[in-house]
Nanobody, 110 residues
Framework: VRVVESGGGLVQAGGSLRLSCVASGLLFRVHAMGWYRQVPGNQRELVAT???????NYTDAVKGRFTISRDNAKNTLYLQMNSLKSDDTAIYYC?????WGQGTQVTVSS
């Protein structure tokens, strides 16, 4: 199984980024999945999840600004991040079932 994130980068506060996570080696459509983030020295925290039916859940800090979605035909999970704040700066990780990607850095400058 391989899980690979992309789409991170440096953006100004108020800007947008879209993260992608491509998985291979597993039956993508049957799994729940999610995005998490971690600041060095802190615990990894949940950002958003989406289940097999497309039902989503968000941590309060990102509600109304982030949107999680999935494309089962492309084996890809997305996280659209709008109105970014400096507090959103972190390494973002994709989790599909029990498999994690290597993370992608998101840095928001104020």
């Amino acid at each position: 199984v391989r899980v690979v994130e992309s789409g991170g980068g440096l953006v100004q506060a108020g800007g947008s980024l879209r993260l992608s996570c491509v998985a291979s080696g597993l039956l993508f459509r049957v799994h729940a999945m999610g995005w998490y983030r971690q600041v060095p020295g802190n615990q990894r925290e949940l950002v958003a999840t989406i289940n097999q039916l497309g039902i989503t859940n968000y941590t309060d800090a990102v509600k109304g600004r982030f949107t999680i979605s999935r494309d089962n035909a492309k084996n890809t999970l997305y996280l659209q991040m709008n109105s970014l704040k400096s507090d959103d700066t972190a390494i973002y990780y994709c989790r599909i079932f029990t498999y994690w990607g290597q993370g992608t850095q998101v840095t928001v400058s104020s």
